[in-house]
């Protein structure tokens, strides 16, 4: 699984927000009425586009986790989702994304877009020549380490668990057939990010349907031809599960090219990179490989410390990692889509010296991406132990099994704001050319985070040690998003950023979602004997009329907003 729609009139209209800083007395001069006709047309149409892309990519995205919910079942019933085949797909399938994100990925993530869209200003060739170089460099990268992930498998399966004998030697298995993924994850995130400054962002939120499709086909044929019978997996078993996600993965970046065609991207291989101007963003990508790497310590230590948990049977990798994978499919579906839409704006805003601009940009992404991610975050913790039976609750998995990851859950729930919040400030720093900071106040993230998840592993029964690691991951993404959120409005010149529109916006929705997460569970507890579905379907009904009866005495414009354009849109053609 790799993302409710957005309405594009989810804008500021509503909720005008005031600038919050004063740059110059009012008294000064009066604007001409012309420019200022101009510029709020100028304003009120990127705005509408925006939201207009953030539509695109959030329709694309609950398609993608819509099949992702039926792989995720069609998974669990093939190979469990607590014990030791469970957690070695787990871990095997995981390890492409560590290297990818250690070596590479991150630097992908964040420079991409501002570089590119600096040199369509800068250069005569709109960028292009700069664009073909950056790619050349990117796919050489990507084939050097997908080599050296294959080929070290066995040590980084040793270096993230604990496994010995028939463990290892499947865990490992799987690590070989699934690190070729490496190459595929580059080329998708290089793609999609030459698509993405090109203002094309549909591509990359549908693609991950396709990848979807292929596991489900994989998988439900594993199951359909009667094989797996097994506590373990054969050599074959392990081969054709293993290719067949990695299978998965491939297609789905090849699913960006005639996107690419249709939008005029022809890529010519350059390799005259001396003095082309790449010596900025690989300075810039520096920073985020340091950052990438302090996160994937605290990765590291939760992995060793989940693995060695489920080895006795207790929940662990394989539980820890499909709570995880619900949990975060609001964040891809709302903030993502979101964020990726105004990243271009932000970083052309951010090349032009407008603070003032990019102060209105990530003050909108925080409210609009908060709108629904705070509702989403009380429905997951009132509904997690109906959610969970739905996606995960066939084949080898028990009701233990679903109630253990429930409560995992649970402990994930409250820091989704916390991620999504996290996720804005962060992506508006590298529009702003900065990536130094970010490293630098994602330490507070990973130092708690670590420490907090050795103390659950350590002082908890072990049932109940992966529940403390996540709620570990959300008390640090708090602490983490309050530290991050203090330096940026410093940055932005925010005069009183307590008293920001942001700010008030996320209290008045903390405020509602007391009330609605409380509802929400007893009405599931009230419906769970007609079956999970029923449970999961009144319990969602339930926290969304709350918030929808809140949303106008509580002032919670952006939702308000919202589920008017929802209200409206089947009325539409």
């Known amino acids: 699984m790799k993302r409710t729609p957005i309405p594009a009139d989810a804008a500021d209209a509503g909720s005008a927000e005031a600038p ?252 005259d990179w001396r003095g082309s101007g790449l010596t900025r963003p690989l300075r810039s990508a520096g920073w985020l490989v340091l950052l990438v790497l302090a996160n994937q310590a605290a990765y590291w230590v939760t992995t060793r410390l989940a693995t060695t948990a489920g080895l006795d049977g207790d929940p662990g990798y394989g539980a820890y990692n499909n709570a995880y994978v619900l949990w975060v499919v609001p964040h891809g579906i709302v903030t993502v889509s979101v964020v990726t839409a105004l990243m271009p704006r932000m970083s052309a805003a951010a090349a032009d010296g407008d603070t003032a601009a990019v102060r209105r940009d990530v003050s909108h992404a925080l409210r609009v991406s908060a709108s629904a991610v705070v509702p989403a975050a009380c429905a997951l913790f009132a509904l997690a132990q109906p959610v969970m039976a739905l996606v995960f609750g066939y084949g080898r998995t028990s009701a233990e099994d679903t109630v253990a990851m429930a409560g995992i859950l649970m402990a994930f729930a409250p820091g989704l704001v916390a991620l999504s919040g996290q996720y804005v400030l962060s992506r508006t720093f590298y529009a702003l050319s900065d990536t130094r900071t970010p490293f630098l106040l994602n330490l507070v993230i990973v130092a708690l985070n670590a420490a907090l998840s050795v103390a659950a592993a350590h002082l908890l029964p072990a049932r109940w040690a992966v529940t403390g690691m996540a709620a570990a991951y959300s008390l640090a993404l708090c602490a983490g998003w309050v530290v991050t959120g203090r330096v940026l409005s410093r940055r932005l010149a925010v005069a009183h950023p307590l008293r920001s529109s942001a700010v008030g916006a996320h209290g008045r929705l903390l405020l509602a979602a007391v009330p609605a997460t409380a509802l929400g569970y007893l009405a599931a507890l009230g419906a769970a004997a007609a079956g999970a579905l029923a449970a999961a379907t009144a319990g969602a009904v339930v926290v969304v009329l709350t918030f929808a009866l809140l949303a106008r005495p509580l002032r919670l414009a952006e939702l308000d907003t919202l589920l008017r354009g929802l209200r409206r849109r089947p009325g539409r053609t």
């Open 20 to 271: 919050e800083t004063t740059d110059a007395p009012e008294a000064t001069k009066a604007p001409e009425t012309t420019k200022a006709t101009e510029t709020t047309k100028a304003t009120g149409s990127e705005t509408a586009s925006a939201g207009r892309s953030s539509a695109v990519m959030a329709a694309g995205s609950v398609v993608s986790r819509a099949t992702g919910f039926v792989r995720s079942a069609v998974v669990a019933a093939a190979v469990g989702t607590i014990g030791p085949t469970a957690d070695g797909y787990a871990v095997g399938n995981a390890l492409p994304t560590i290297v990818y994100m250690l070596l590479l990925g991150g630097a992908l993530n964040a420079v991409f877009v501002p570089e590119l869209v600096k040199a369509a200003k800068e250069h005569d060739d709109g960028g292009a020549a700069y664009t073909d170089r950056l790619v050349t460099v990117c796919v050489v990268a990507l084939l050097a380490i997908t080599a050296a992930g294959v080929w070290a498998a066995p040590a980084i399966v040793d270096a993230y668990t604990d496994y010995t004998g028939p463990q290892a030697a499947m865990t490992t298995a799987f690590a070989r057939y699934c690190l070729p993924q490496i190459f595929f994850l580059g080329l998708f995130t290089l793609l999609g990010q030459v698509l993405n400054a090109r203002g094309r962002f549909g591509a990359m939120m549908w693609a991950p349907v396709l990848n979807n499709v292929v596991v489900m086909a994989v998988f439900g044929g594993y199951l359909a031809l009667a094989l797996g019978g097994g506590d373990t997996l054969t050599a074959t078993e392990t081969a054709v599960l293993g290719w067949g996600t990695t299978a998965g993965i491939a297609v789905q970046a090849l699913a960006l090219v005639p996107a690419l065609r249709a939008a005029r991207f022809r890529w010519r291989p350059r390799f």
